[in-house]
């Protein structure tokens, strides 16, 4: 039924809530899993509003190294159950490269974790699940994540 499934997820727990759902789908259906992660820009001005480029790159480049090496770790305990695996990590707005992403990858299956804000919460922030909900074109699989776990 679908042949890969990505799963954004942000580094927390709460939205790693989503991956027994995914494992349990992806043993079933023998479905690729894609894990994405979407890469924050770093903040390219310090407090004396200079640009110092050699940090800007340094502090991306540490970034880049903590994103894969978190998906990664993820991606190891997938395959260690033989489940076939693989790692993006995007750039932009987050619903944005969510979408363009499963579209480029022509997923079958968008599976993540809300993480169950409220309408007042949501409209400060908006809701990264929300945002794909509105504008995927494709299967979505949202689990409600809970504060504690």
Partial sequence: MYKIILVPLDGSKRAEAILP?????ALSLNTKVIFFMVEEPALMLGYDETIDMAKY???????????????????????AKGIV?????????????????????????VAMASHGHGALLRA???GVAAGVLQRI?????????????
């Fill in 137 to 149: 074109d494709r299967p979505l699989l949202l689990i409600r994540s809970r504060r504690d776990g």
């Fill in 124 to 126: 400060f922030y908006g």
């Fill in 85 to 109: 695996v693989q790692t993006l990590i995007g750039h932009g707005p987050v619903t944005k490269a969510i979408i363009d992403t499963a579209e480029k990858e022509n997923v079958g299956l």
């Fill in 21 to 25: 759902y995914v494992e349990n789908l």
């Fill in 57 to 79: 790159h340094e502090e991306r480049n540490h970034n880049k190294k903590q994103i894969e090496s978190y998906l990664a770790s993820v991606q190891k305990d997938f395959r």
